[in-house]
């Protein structure tokens, strides 16, 4: 029966593309543990169904929604592959996103780490904690430092399989540099703090708050110095902290890892 049916649903649900074109996931979509991406697909900029998603379609959903120079968005692409377990892959799907401790990884801002279930969908005691480090009504990177290095603690603090690789940890850095200057503004490096609680809690661009795509293109240059810039305004985390190792946080970035 459902062989049948899939086929005739898609051939009646037009795909459609847009900033003003918003529908959540269905009961045969997939998401990931990324906020961003979800909103993307959700707006149609990435396929809605979320599945095989070529290089072609990564580079123009991140272009045209984010600005995000064609370039970054093929090499996020290749990142996002080594995700899809079929030898040879050519697409990925969104919820190959999260096989854990490949990209996806503990200390998420939005999701549970995986010792505790499901690391697809939103959480939102855990996002509750990221917000509270988001003291103004304008995000700025030392406050997106201080979400991340709390999470990490709390993490640490209570995953027993806790881990963190040097690829995860850039992905980290990436992700929290992300929602400030590449969804806010590269030039301050701030963000209406509405407008990324819009997106995370309901993965949604918040042009009803004031939200434009960006005027100026991301590149890779932008993308190495906010990382950089981000992990100087991290403390270290070490074996001092309650509940943690003896590993710390303050790691060498891996060049161009880059996470949304």
Partial sequence: MRTSFLPAFAAVTPVLAGFDTWSPPGPYDVRAPCPMLNTLANHGFLPHDGQDIT???TENALFDALNINKTLGSFLFDFALTTNPEANATTFSLN???NHNILEHDASLSRSDAYYGNVLTFNQSVFDETYSYW???TVTLQMAANARIARIKTS???NPTYAMSDLANAF???ESAAYVVVFGDKTT???PRAWVKWLFQHEQLPQ???WKRPALSFEEG???RFMELLQNLTAPVNETDPGCTSRTQRRRIPRSHFGF
């Fill in 55 to 57: 290089r072609e379609e």
């Fill in 96 to 98: 190959d996103l999260g």
């Fill in 135 to 137: 003291t103004d009504e």
């Fill in 156 to 158: 640490m603090a209570t």
């Fill in 172 to 174: 980290t850095l990436g």
């Fill in 189 to 191: 490096a701030t963000v």
């Fill in 208 to 210: 009803h708050l004031g």
């Fill in 222 to 224: 932008d993308l190495n």
